[in-house]
Structure formats: structure tokens, C-alpha cells
């Protein structure tokens, strides 16, 4: 795909090597196909600049710290987040193959792109995966006021036959800050229960949302869940954790220090892969078969619209919001790149 | 604890081991310390009168049907359901012990109690617990209107090391069955946001929502999780899954083959357990220094209420909610025990 090329390009212009390179525009043009843009090539200028300032290490490879059993610690050694992750998926993939599964803690990562990424390959090798990430502070915790977790994203891929594979893939607040820049910036309110004022206080108000704090899904529930993917990803494994996981952004110093939590699962230790692969495409279909609400054609499972989106998207070409595009340009600009290949991949 | 004794003398008098009764007589208990009144002594008459009806197996012990590597199937043989869980984390744990992890999935197992009794547990022998199960169904997909999946709860214990344990218990739906059914005996509302009619529609008449189906948390994330829950705990195991796990109460016919997943970490594996304790004490204090909101006195951790109502119950005896208290007269005349020297433990 010609997007994956020219980022991979760019990525090797600014000193990464062309193993990671690649590694690094798949799992950002994963996102572009979903339609997940806040996870696609709208990173890549943040990426650039972090390895321009020196705030990414890339003249060491990510390697393991420890390794007993079933589980193991990854250093991701401050690489970029998806060189990490994708050796942290390696090494929990040979573990599940020899111990039908495998947990790996993930210390001194990076934004690490879209979970749904590394699900999506261990569902093409026949394993579930479960995958949690920590990420800088945006939420509080149930009553308090000012950010201490991450919006600590969890996600899961479990393998089907020929129905599209079940790829969930949730952040635990219930919308991303970056909508609530957006909105401040255009001057529009934002539904309630998106966030809380300074002083807790509910509120519609984007410039407020962003001197108080983003909420929790389900309230305490979602704070509990935000909680323990901190606890797993970081104080377990060596991570930072809590405030301690720096900003991607607002930050010139310091490295995000980011933690994941890689848990991979064997099927053929419970039942043999292909009668599960068989079960699941049932019990999907049972699912889309099911009574639908007034207005609703159909029931989609977790993923199958960004599937849709993806397999259209690969015969069609992936249409670049224009402010990504525009950045792209001046990225293109900067390396002596022409955008204008990639636009229709 | 008065209570316990007689919740184990009448699952003797029922035909359970006293080894087993014990058990599930703690299970129960420990619900009611916490005031989960509904996962306590609540439970027992129906336990019972399953025992009695032939639908609970007692003359076969559980057994690990599978084991190979980190992970094991549990065969609950039908038994009780605190009976299977207390087989399969036991299981779990000695895995853990071993691998660093261990992963134990639960086939042919009955409604098997609050969650917090078996993520306790482990979290006094020092292991974390992340625990599923599967249950009746009441939730429908997401674009759907009748109950598929079940309110199948997620739970997590860490340890720590004077400060209370993280002890997170939640179901992925709004609210219980129960809290309708009760709504609907008093003719009282319930909140938007807990149920839909038979139509998809929100409800906030308890009726109309018993017709209906319950809502899960976050919506498509909640719903996404329940599936989550349902494949882990059911497809992978052998147990039922969606509409094939069957209800506790409006079943005469049908053992409930209800799943879990039972996954254990040892925390040696990353780092020694006692720096590991002091890190969740010093991480559990800084948050409860966060600033609070306005009219809010402190931040509690998952699980904190629970644990102190528990401490002071302990000291001072169980307030049993009258309904039970009146249930247990009931059974206690039926196998000629006395209630009273129970109600104050």
C-alpha cells in the first residue's frame, strides 16, 4: 500500500531502520483503514518529532528483561511504541505456543498506535489475544477532580472461521480528549457526561472539560477498570504509572515511560482450533440473527464495521481527513516526499 | 461466624459434605459481610431446593478435565457452584505457582457466588486474581432486543500491603435483574439508562423492562466486554454460552452449565512481592490525596466500602435484610434449627 510506503519512508528518513519503519506505518495505517484516525498517520508528525528531539531511543532494540514461566518483561528501551509492542506480541505468542499462554509486561514503551493492531495478528495466527495499555493521565478518579489515569485502553481478538473475527478494542473514559480539544477549538459544547468541570461539576463547556477532567465509562466501574489495566501495565511490570506516564504531546522532555500487558491464548489447550473457529461463526450468526430494535437492520459484532471499513478501504483507497493530509504534505515537504502517490493507495 | 455454621448445617441437612458446605456457606457469608446482600444468604433457599430437586449433582467431585502447560478446563460435574470455583482456583493458583501464571476455564458449573470471595482469596496468598463468568441471560446485543447475554461479571483482586485490598466487582450491565423485579413488586420507577422494552425502546417502567432487556454499561463497550466474558468463560470451556446458560430460578428442568476464568498472576515474576505491596500502598494513598469534588470527603479504591463494612460486621454481627432473615426461618424450621443464636454472630 503506497500510504505504508511513504510512511515508512518518512520513517526511515528521520533514522529509524527500515524493519521498524514498516512496523511502525502498519500499525498506523491499520487505524487509517478502520477509519480510526486518531490512531492512523495522524500520529506520525508527533512520532517524527519525537525521534527528531531525541525523546525516542532508537539505536537499542527492545529486549527481555525477565523471563520465568508463562510471563516475561519486555524493556521496550524508549523505542517507538509499536517496535515494542510488536516484540512484546512476538514473545507472548512463543509463550502460549509453549505453555498455552503467555503474559507479557510491557516497561519503558511509547504510544504504542491502536491495540486492535497487534489483536488483529494473533487472530490471523489462530490466538486470542488480551491487550491493555496505560497512556498519560486524563481521567480522575471517582471523586476526586483532577487527572491521575490514562484513558488505559482495553482490547481483545478472538479468532473466527470465515465470520469476521471478534476485535474489541475500548478505551475505559467515554470519549477521547482530542474530541474535546477539537470541539473547544470549533467553540461547540460537548454531551454531558463526557466530563467534569475543576471542581467536578458536570459540564458541556470543552474549556472547562479541559481544565477538569475526562469521566470514566460506567462511572465507578470504569474507573476500577482504568485502574487495574494502571496497576497490570505499569506498577507490575516497571512502567510508569498513574501521573508518572508522560504526555505524548505537551512534553519535551521526558520519555512517555508508557506500560502494556500482552496476554496470549492458545485454543488448541481447551479445544481443537478449528471446531472453536466453527462455534464462533455459529454463535455469531445466532447473534446478527437475533429480534432488532425499531430502526436497526442489523446486529454488528464488536469490529465488524471497522472489518467492513478496512476491506473497502483496501480495493478503494483510504480517504485522508484533510487536516491529516495537510500535515502529511508538510512532512513530505520536509523529507522531499510527494504525498500525491500515496493519497489513492 | 454464627451465620456461616448455620448456612453449613443446613446445606448438611441438604446432603452436602460438611468440606463443601463449608465452602459454599463462606462464599455466602462473605457477600453479606460486604453487604452484597444480593450474592449472600439470599441465595441459599434456591441452592437448596436445586439440591433438592436432583439439579445440582453432589455425589461427584469436580475435576480437571484438561490440563496442559499454564492452563487447565475444570469439569464441574454439576456440583455446587462455590464448590467448582474454590476446585478451579485452587487449580489456578497452583499453575500460578508454577508457570507464573495459570489459566483455568470452568465447564458445567452453577451460579458460584460474589466474586470477591474467590479474588480475596487469592489476594491473601499474595497472587492476583482476574476473574469472568457467564450467567443467564438478560442483556441483549447492542441493535437487539431480547436477553442474549447474561450480566456476566468481571472481577480483579491485587494485594497490598496495609492498605486495603483492590478488590473490583462488577457486572457489564446497568443494574440486576433484580432490582427491576423488586421495582416492579413495589410499582416504583426505575432509572433511564438500566433497560429497553420488547421494542429497543428506553423504559423506565419496571414491567415493560422485565418484557424487555437490561442494558449493558458504556453501551457497545459493555456489550462488547459481556461477549467478551461469554466466549472466555462458555464457548472456550465446554459450558453454555448465550441463551444456553440457564437460569437459577424460573428452571426446573436444566442444570445451568454456567462458565468461568479463573487467571492467576504471580507476582514474583515481575517483582518481589513485598516492594510490589508497598508500591500499592504508596500508589493507593496518592490517589486518596487527590483533591476531591465539592461535598466529597475522600476517594475510595474498588472494593474499599465493601472491605470496611465487612471489618465493622465482623465486630458487630450481619443485619440481615428482613425478606432474608424471614426466608431463613423458613428453612431453619424445615430442617428443625434455631435462627436466633445465628442473627448475632
Chains 1, 2 share one sequence.
Not at 38 to 52: I, Q
Not at 170 to 180: L, N, S
Not at 212 to 223: D, F, S, V, W
Request: glycine share 10%.
Amino acid at each position: 500500500m503506497r500510504l505504508e510506503r511513504l510512511a515508512t519512508e518518512m520513517l526511515i528518513r528521520a533514522g529509524v531502520s527500515p524493519r521498524h519503519a514498516e512496523t511502525v506505518a502498519r500499525s498506523l495505517v491499520h487505524a487509517d483503514l478502520r477509519a480510526i484516525h486518531s490512531h492512523g498517520m495522524a500520529r506520525l508528525a508527533v512520532y517524527l518529532k519525537r525521534v527528531e528531539q531525541g525523546l525516542i531511543d532508537l539505536d537499542q532494540e527492545p529486549s527481555i528483561h525477565k523471563q520465568a514461566g508463562a510471563t516475561a518483561i519486555v524493556n521496550g528501551k524508549n523505542h517507538l511504541g509499536a517496535v515494542v509492542g510488536e516484540a512484546a506480541l512476538q514473545t507472548a505468542l512463543e509463550l502460549a505456543e509453549q505453555y498455552g499462554i503467555g503474559v507479557v509486561g510491557v516497561a519503558a514503551s511509547n504510544h504504542f498506535g491502536a491495540c486492535s493492531y497487534y489483536a488483529e495478528q494473533a487472530v490471523e495466527k489462530g490466538y486470542i489475544l488480551i491487550l491493555m495499555s496505560n497512556a498519560p493521565k486524563s481521567m480522575a478518579p471517582t471523586g476526586g477532580v483532577r487527572p491521575f489515569f490514562g484513558s488505559n485502553p482495553i482490547a481483545a481478538g478472538i479468532p473466527t472461521g470465515v465470520e469476521p473475527p471478534f476485535l474489541l478494542d475500548m478505551a475505559t473514559a467515554v470519549a477521547a480528549r482530542g474530541k474535546i480539544a477539537l470541539a473547544a477549538q470549533k467553540g461547540e459544547a460537548i454531551p454531558q457526561g463526557w466530563a467534569i468541570d475543576e471542581r467536578g461539576r458536570d459540564t458541556t463547556d470543552p474549556v472547562q472539560a479541559l481544565r477538569g477532567a475526562l469521566l470514566p465509562i460506567a462511572g465507578a466501574k470504569g474507573y476500577g477498570l482504568s485502574m487495574l489495566v494502571d496497576i497490570l501495565c505499569g506498577l507490575l511490570t516497571g512502567a510508569g504509572y498513574g501521573p508518572d506516564v508522560h504526555s505524548l504531546y505537551e512534553n519535551d522532555f521526558f520519555p512517555q515511560n508508557v506500560g502494556h500487558l500482552f496476554l496470549t491464548l492458545r485454543i488448541e489447550n481447551f479445544m481443537p482450533l478449528a471446531l472453536f473457529q466453527q462455534q464462533m461463526d455459529t454463535y455469531i450468526r445466532q447473534i446478527k440473527a437475533e429480534p432488532k430494535m425499531e430502526g436497526q437492520d442489523e446486529i454488528l459484532i464488536p469490529g465488524e464495521k471497522e472489518w467492513r471499513t478496512a476491506a473497502e478501504r483496501r480495493t478503494n483507497g483510504i480517504p485522508l481527513p484533510d487536516e491529516i493530509a495537510l500535515e502529511l504534505e508538510t512532512i513530505c515537504a520536509k523529507y522531499q516526499l510527494t504525498l500525491e502517490e500515496a493519497r489513492i493507495q
